[in-house]
């Protein structure tokens, strides 16, 4: 049974770019999600940071976040409500292999999730 992999993906990124070479030249074709283009949804996002086992204030671009001079929300629905309504906020990329999820900065750290694909695939 084949391993789905995605990845969360802004072409304007050069590590997102990065990342995704990466898995190509690992020879993984992903589900590319631009998710500046189809901005993910609160479930989406729970999903992700359930996945990536962090809070969703982690998953926020601090830089990013201090540009758009943005409130801090109080809880997580809050932070991901503000994901979801500026979706460039997303740490990126973010790579999913099954029920594992990691953020690709640096890309060395995908490298268990293309051992998991390769070996599931």
Not at 24 to 29: D, E, H, K, L, R
Not at 80 to 94: M, T
């Amino acid at each position: 049974m084949e391993t789905t992999v995605t990845i969360y993906h802004n072409p304007q990124c050069s590590k997102s770019r990065e990342a995704l070479e990466y898995l190509q030249a690992n020879g993984i074709q992903p589900t590319v999600v631009e998710y500046l283009r189809t901005p993910l949804d609160i479930d989406e996002l729970r999903r992700l940071v359930k996945l990536l086992g962090v809070a969703p204030s982690s998953m926020v671009r601090a830089r990013d976040f201090q540009r758009l001079e943005l409130d801090s929300p109080t809880d997580a629905d809050g932070w991901l409500g503000l994901i979801a309504l500026h979706p460039e906020l997303l740490e990126r990329p973010v790579v999913v292999v099954g029920d594992r999820a990691r953020i690709g900065r640096p890309v060395e750290r995908l490298a268990d999730l293309v051992d998991a694909a390769k070996s599931a695939g």
